[in-house]
Nanobody, 119 residues
Framework: QVQLVESGGGSVQAGGSLRLSCAAS????????MNWFRQPPGKEREFVAG????????SYRDSVKGRFTISRDNAKNTVSLQMNSLKLEDTAVYYC????????????WGQGTQVTVSS
């Protein structure tokens, strides 16, 4: 199975920056679509950002456009999320997600990392 491990979470003041990383193992990473999701306290999990296998295509939820940047390093089997100008509403558990394509698409999730933004 594909295993995903997030790191880089923590506490930061509003307006600050944080960089999350996700390390993948167990397959051909360069063929996976990779995504970041988050779950704010008391709310449902929501999509944050995604990137395709070769890194050429990215997508973001509207509320993070211009502030967050997703990237990947296929030589190191990692995907990152650079978060700038953080807001209180960015507080959430952030999850790494992999889309593995075969006859069907399988999804894998990391355990999550907490990001807390304070005023």
């Amino acid at each position: 199975q594909v295993q995903l491990v997030e790191s880089g979470g923590g506490s930061v003041q509003a307006g600050g920056s944080l960089r999350l990383s996700c390390a993948a193992s167990g397959g051909t990473f360069s063929t996976y679509g990779m995504n970041w999701f988050r779950q704010p306290p008391g709310k449902e999990r929501e999509f944050v950002a995604g990137i395709n296998g070769n890194g050429a295509g990215t997508s973001y939820r509207d509320s993070v456009k211009g502030r967050f940047t997703i990237s990947r390093d296929n030589a190191k089997n990692t995907v990152s999320l650079q978060m700038n100008s953080l807001k209180l509403e960015d507080t959430a558990v952030y999850y790494c997600n992999a889309e593995v394509y075969s006859s069907t698409t399988r999804t894998y999730w990391g355990q999550g990392t907490q990001v807390t933004v304070s005023s």
